[in-house]
């Protein structure tokens, strides 16, 4: 059973803290995901990963980074954190071209709801 | 105008009523198409994947795309409380580079009553 898990359900972290999400898949999956979901607008890919250290910026990049030094950990950090970015985060994983071919589901972990005051 | 636009809802039902949720895309290249299922305070799970045009069942759920139209439709037959959820439908165009994205609608906050 694959399996995404996330550092934190709830976080609440004041403006302009330097805020870092964590997310582990034990799976071996290549590629990893981080998504924000805000009503009416879905999920908004910010950052992926296709391999230990790359990265890809995603829709929505501005205001933050990622990190990803080990194949199963994939790190989200707000430098600043802004009002503006209260939110659900959700970490994805899917195990990649090279183990799965052309079939792309993604795994989600469980979601860290941040709150920024 | 969005790639993907999916009505957020919310859509009320009696338990046992036929659910139909929908989607439609502007990306025609768009060949894999996706339903997500998510429960309250969790992360989305896989509930229907399905390539190209046509129909799949899988119990009382039913996929169906139609790429002509740039629609997608997933179909609950005797839908029940435990269906109560938001339905996200999600579809990507063939992989580029090695890996791929997955492009998600709005999602579609079902709520089925007794």
């Known amino acids: 059973d694959v399996k995404v898990t996330q550092s934190s359900r709830y976080l609440v972290k004041r403006t302009g803290e330097k805020v870092f999400l964590e997310c582990v898949q034990d799976?071996?999956?290549?590629?990893m995901f981080w998504y924000r979901q805000d009503p009416g607008l879905g999920l908004r890919l910010i950052y992926f990963?296709?391999?230990?250290?790359?990265?890809e910026k995603g829709d929505i990049p501005e205001g933050y980074s990622v990190s990803r030094e080990k194949k199963e950990r994939f790190s989200l950090i707000l430098e600043s954190a802004s009002t503006n970015q209260t939110s659900m985060y959700l970490c994805?994983?899917?195990?990649?071209?090279?183990?799965?071919?052309?079939?792309?589901?993604?795994?989600f972990g469980p979601g860290t709801r941040l709150t920024v005051l | 105008q969005k790639e993907v636009e999916q009505d957020p809802g919310p859509l009320s039902v009696p338990e046992g009523a036929i659910v139909s949720l929908n989607c439609t895309y502007s990306?025609?290249?768009?060949?894999?198409f996706m339903w997500y299922r998510q429960y309250s305070r969790k992360g989305p799970e896989l509930l229907m994947y399905?390539?190209?045009?046509g129909n799949k069942e899988d119990g009382r759920f039913t996929a169906q795309v139609d790429k002509s139209s740039k629609y997608i439709s997933l179909f609950i037959r005797d839908s029940q409380p435990s269906d109560s959820a938001t339905y996200l439908c999600?579809?990507?165009?063939?992989?580029?580079?090695?890996?791929?994205?997955?492009?998600f609608g709005a999602g579609t906050r079902l709520a089925v009553h007794p």
């Open positions: 994805a994983s899917n195990p990649g071209y090279r183990l799965a071919g052309l079939y792309n589901e993604q795994f």
């Open positions: 799976m071996d999956h290549e590629n």
């Open positions: 990963s296709y391999d230990v250290k790359m990265k």
């Open positions: 990306n025609s290249a768009f060949q894999y």
């Open positions: 399905t390539y190209s045009s």
């Open positions: 999600a579809m990507s165009p063939p992989i580029s580079g090695g890996y791929n994205k997955l492009i």
